[in-house]
């Protein structure tokens, strides 16, 4: 069975840090390449960050570029996402997604991935 759990959110302030979580199970991870996405709410699911199977293609949203890093451990079949330099803008439900490498859908569209978690909220507030 196929499980992405994410974790690590919460409320921060503005400029703080935080550094979400997704383990995944049932599946390949190493095969797989993975995404952030988040949803803040009224609004659509958007991309923030996708990293490739060999971890040697990384992609941000603009939004994102330069405050926070995708990074993955295929050894405990987990990817991260370090969240500097937040802003009330980021706020949102954070979720991992999932698609096979094999696949030449671009990373930074929600449709290319086959499975998704259930998603972790971040709140960026004083």
């Known amino acids: 069975q196929v499980q992405l759990v994410e974790s690590g959110g919460g409320l921060v302030q503005p400029g703080g840090s935080l550094r979400l979580s997704c383990a995944a199970s049932g599946f390949t991870f190493s095969m797989y390449d993975m995404g952030w996405f988040r949803q803040a709410s009224g609004k659509e699911r958007e991309f923030v960050a996708g990293?490739?199977?060999?971890?040697?293609?990384?992609y941000y949203a603009d939004s994102v570029k330069g405050r926070f890093t995708i990074s993955r451990d295929n050894a405990k079949n987990t990817v991260y996402l370090q969240m500097n330099s937040l802003k009330p803008e980021d706020t949102a439900v954070y979720s991992c997604a999932a698609k096979g490498h094999w696949t030449n859908q671009d990373m930074r569209t929600s449709r290319a991935y086959d499975h998704w978690g259930q998603g972790t909220q971040v709140t960026v507030s004083s």
């Open positions: 990293i490739g199977w060999t971890a040697g293609n990384l």
